[in-house]
């Protein structure tokens, strides 16, 4: 079955605790990003990848790391964790770059920063 | 620059009535226009999309049509069932970048 996948699906942690939020798909897609989405602020674009070793910034990128070092893999960096990263994460992942193609998301990852 | 603005919800309706929920753009280029419906504790899925001005995009009863003339995008159904009930993200495609709405809550009731 073609998927994204996210874990954990639920993680609450403390400030300051490095933690690692894992993506992967089986669709060999080659563009994948990362997504929190906030209660009256939608989805917004944390980190993408082009493809593998290729990452850029999206809108909201700071306190959090991305690397690709593979092309279905896109794990989630949490470096030093602080409570207004409280959200729901969203991985998900597209053929390609194109403007008419789809994304197809993850489950979502809710974390909760103590 | 890119932005998508949606009607607020929460938005709540019997069964069998007609549905809209509003969608418009803004964006430079010609984008594709999608919308994403999310179930209780789900990631967002797919539910139809239009790739140039004036397709119309349909999936289980819902359409939307891309207007350029009045970058909107409104998603309608004709008749909601309880199964409906969810929440409904529009979204654009710049090819750069995708764009999100902050949703609109719809609640069918019995």
């Known amino acids: 079955e073609a998927q994204v996948t996210q874990n954990p699906r639920y993680l609450i942690t403390v400030t300051g605790k490095k933690l690692t939020v894992t993506c992967s798909q089986n669709?060999?897609?080659?563009?994948m990003s990362w997504y929190r989405q906030d209660p009256g602020l939608g989805l917004r674009q944390i980190y993408y990848?082009?493809?593998?070793?290729?990452?850029d910034k999206g809108d909201v990128p700071e306190g959090y790391k991305v690397s690709r070092k593979e092309k279905r893999n896109f794990p989630l960096i949490l470096e030093s964790p602080s409570p207004n990263q409280t959200s729901l994460y969203f991985c998900?992942?597209?053929?390609?770059?194109?403007?008419?193609?789809?994304?197809?998301f993850g489950p979502g990852t809710r974390l909760t920063v103590l | 620059g890119n932005s998508v603005t949606q009607m607020e919800g929460p938005v709540t309706l019997s069964e069998e009535a007609f549905l809209t929920i509003n969608c418009t753009y803004t964006?430079?280029?010609?984008?594709?226009l999608f919308w994403y419906v999310q179930y209780p504790g789900e990631g967002l899925q797919l539910l139809l999309k239009?790739?140039?001005?004036?397709d119309k995009g349909s999936n289980k009863g819902f359409e939307a049509t891309y207007r350029k003339e009045t970058t909107s995008f409104h998603l309608e159904k004709g008749s909601v069932q309880v199964s409906d009930s969810a929440v409904y993200f529009c979204?654009?495609?710049?090819?750069?970048?995708?764009?999100f709405g902050t949703g609109t809550s719809l609640t069918v009731i019995p």
């Open positions: 998900a992942s597209s053929y390609g770059r194109a403007r008419t193609d789809t994304q197809y």
């Open positions: 669709m060999n897609h080659e563009y």
């Open positions: 990848s082009m493809n593998v070793e290729v990452t």
């Open positions: 964006a430079t280029g010609y984008p594709s």
């Open positions: 239009a790739t140039k001005a004036d």
């Open positions: 979204a654009l495609n710049t090819g750069n970048q995708f764009y």
